[in-house]
């Protein structure tokens, strides 16, 4: 149900409508009538879901639904009884024209398909739901329209002329990739409102720590209210549990003014049983989509699937996914997609058991035809930077060859930190932290984190399962050394070269696991976590080492060379009159080793300030246990 007003519609087409309209509206304005026109094609103009003319006094619904006997509307604005619906000369879609509507009222409806399935619109951006909208509050959603009475199920709600939202921002322009920081986060577990009118007034949390990137977790419509998301079931509509669209897109705006960019984590490898789509053609009996269905597999193709896996050959589903790719990044401003599954956008049958992870994860050359055609399609809608980041982790040659092609993959190096930061060194391999380690070109290509909404906490595991024999009594799962070695595995991770991201409260040492209170339960945010020293103390240097990511160019260079095995760990940066020397004791006792620099000469300690004379290219270091530096030939920004 995109909001889209047609000007002007072809005349033929229109002067056909004029003549039943007229005589419509001779009747009230409150007592809508149903058009039937005489020709059954689909008014050209008229878009999925429902398109608003005559400034929003008439309605055009149309549905696709391929082999469908009948389709009727019905809603309040025909007392709930059915209108036949108009099936297309193709048979693929239905369509009505609803006239003397009141273009400031919201109406419900659904569709009768059949005679018997009730369905709400697929293309609506606000439903109501009976079992979930009770537990949303006012402050969270003022107003909220109530369910109808005597009606079942999950309704739409069109309304022609909601309150608009004027943007403050039309010119932001989108931090590099190279130089992107992203933070993700949940807008349930952030703050204890779950609302985006209070996670627009924390940005200043955000702005602090410096990161120029946020990554929400899916927004859009998912089963339930209390969820990580990822059922998705409405495709167009914002959760109302975070609050309304007006609310969703202030908060994007105010990313906007603090040079914020906004990335969608984006689920279209599968949906529930609440979709209209999957229920439209579902076999109840065997419990799965029926083979008739234009956008489902009956049977997954991949393990780990989850619901009701999309056939993403199927021309019914590209057209349906770009539609939503297209929605978000022009009504909401989005700046990015992190696309969950991405792996699983195949028709290539790899088996559904944990056995066939390796047949799934190999070389797919129709799964990066589909990306590539996403990936275009993308760009013909903005080609302004826009981010396509793909949760893919399949082989290095399907990767750069996407990568080749401009989009980004999430490269999880959560195992490998989490053991350097808890003292098992022999087991911490940050090798493929550096993007020619995967064999791309550019450092831009891969988006590596060491803490996601996947994986459990490093600080849970440094308190629970840290190293606890090192010299002089030093124990990781004391809190100030867990900290100080979170520090030191930021250090490495921000300043090698390419796009990072980090998960919420990573920043201060979040150490409440991921299973507490089932892995997909509300977590405690822990705000009082800043009222304590150890913990602002890193907070504080994740806001320097960001800053000085994103502001000093070195960090972003193709000329790099490391060390990432054994105790003690380096990165060398060169680039246009400036040299990095990062080094790091990941071992829980004291360490002299033998680092190589880039050239001899006076080098700066960035974090501390400090100059050091390194009289020689390979010059011999002791460090503490957790002790890090990172030198550069001349003061950083």
Known sequence: MRKIYLILVAVAIMANMACSKKSDLTDSATNPVTTITNGKDLPTGAVDGVTYINSGTSVIFNLYAPGKKTVSVIGEFNNWQPSAMNQTTDGTR?????????????????????????????????????????YITADVYPNLKAYPSGQTGIVSVLQANPTPYTWKNT????????NLVIYELHVRDFIAAHNYKTLKDTLNYLSNLGVNAVELMPINEFEGNDSWGYNPSFYFAPDKYYGTRNDLKAFIDECHSRGIAVIMDMVLNHSFGQSPMVQLYFDQAAQKPLASSPWFNVDPTHPYNVGYQFNHESAATKYFAKNVMQFWMKNYKIDGYRFDLAKGF?????????ANVAAWTAYDASRVAIWK????????????????????????????????N???????LNYSFNEGTMGWVPTSDLTRMFFNSHTFTQPDNIVTYMESHDEERLMFKNETYGNTGGANGYNVRDLATGLKRQE???????????????????????????????????????????????????????ARLIKMKIKNPVFSTSNVQYVATGFVRSTTLQATGVNVELVGNFDVNP??????FPAAGVYYDYMTGTAVNIPTVTYTLTLAPGEYHIYSSVALN
């Open 406 to 412: 401009g989009m980004m993959q999430w490269n999880n």
């Open 171 to 178: 010119s932001f322009t989108r931090p590099d990739k190279k």
């Open 346 to 354: 195949t028709q290539k049958n790899s088996g559904t058991a944990d």
């Open 591 to 596: 360490q002299t080793s033998a680092v190589t």
């Open 373 to 404: 055609d996403y990936n275009s399609f993308i760009k013909s809608v903005d080609n302004n930077n826009f981010y396509v980041i793909l949760e893919n982790f399949a082989t290095d040659q399907e990767e750069k060859e996407e990568a080749d």
């Open 488 to 542: 030191l595995a930021a250090a490495f991770m921000l300043t090698a070269p390419g796009p990072k991201m980090m998960w919420e409260f990573g920043e201060r040492g979040y150490d409440i696991s991921i299973d507490n209170g089932g892995r997909l339960g509300d977590k405690p945010a822990h705000w009082e976590y800043m009222s304590d020293p150890l913990r602002k103390k890193l907070y504080n240097a994740y």
């Open 94 to 134: 239905w369509w009505i024209q609803v006239d003397n509507l009141d273009a400031s009222k919201e109406y419900a409806y659904q569709y009768l398909v059949d005679g018997t399935l009730k369905v709400a619109d697929p293309y609506c951006e606000k439903i109501l739901d009976p079992a979930n909208d009770q």
